[in-house]
């Protein structure tokens, strides 16, 4: 008999493994070692001669490792909410220094917005009313909702943030990391690597 507390099924979840204390070097060898072990997954199921030009076509077919491998190759984008789009993007391009991605659909959605590049990946502000209060958050962006950008130089950032008068923090754990908020209270955390 099938209890709540023990179902009767199970899934074969692989274990998840915590990358955050890893150095880049170590970092990239773990997504090396991921993309690996994804290649391998694939099979081939047979080799077929093609007589015409006298050469083997391969025939592949990846085969899934289980029921929750569906490809995941990274994320596209994060979505912010902002109440008023000029003045958000007064700080991500002018202060931030992000350029907007002018190939993305600004004008076939319901509302205003804008896609910011951040290197290969996006934010898309979305000028949306804001279900989430601006006070009473955490003063430390690191214990809220927030997105992560890969920067080379935390030091240079904070120089530009102290310069517009932006308020920052650093991170708790000592690495060398910046946490601040968007004109709209969203937590934007700036790791080194």
Not at 95 to 123: C, F, Q, T
Request: aromatic share 6%; net charge neutral; glycine share 6%.
């Amino acid at each position: 008999m099938a209890s709540i507390f023990r179902p009767s099924i199970s899934l074969d979840l692989p274990p998840k493994v915590a990358c955050t204390n890893l150095s880049t070097k170590e970092r990239l060898e773990f997504q090396s070692k991921s993309l690996r072990k994804e290649k391998l997954n694939v099979r081939l199921r047979g080799v077929k001669a093609n007589q015409t030009q006298g050469t083997s076509a391969v025939t592949e077919e990846k085969e899934l490792n289980n029921k929750t491998d569906y490809g995941v190759v990274g994320v596209h984008h994060v979505g912010l909410l902002c109440e008023n789009l000029e003045r958000s993007l007064e700080f991500y391009q002018n202060i931030l220094g992000l350029e907007i991605n002018e190939a993305r659909p600004h004008d076939k959605l319901p509302y205003r917005g804008a896609w910011l590049w951040v290197g290969s990946e996006m934010i898309h502000l979305m000028e949306l009313p804001n279900p989430d209060p601006l006070t009473g958050r955490p003063e430390h962006g690191g214990r809220d909702r927030h997105a992560c950008i890969a920067i080379r130089d935390v030091s240079n950032l904070k120089e530009i943030l102290d310069k517009a008068g932006i308020e920052y923090t650093m991170s708790k754990s000592g690495r060398p990391a910046i946490f601040t908020r968007d004109p709209d209270a969203n937590a934007l955390e700036f790791t080194q690597v």
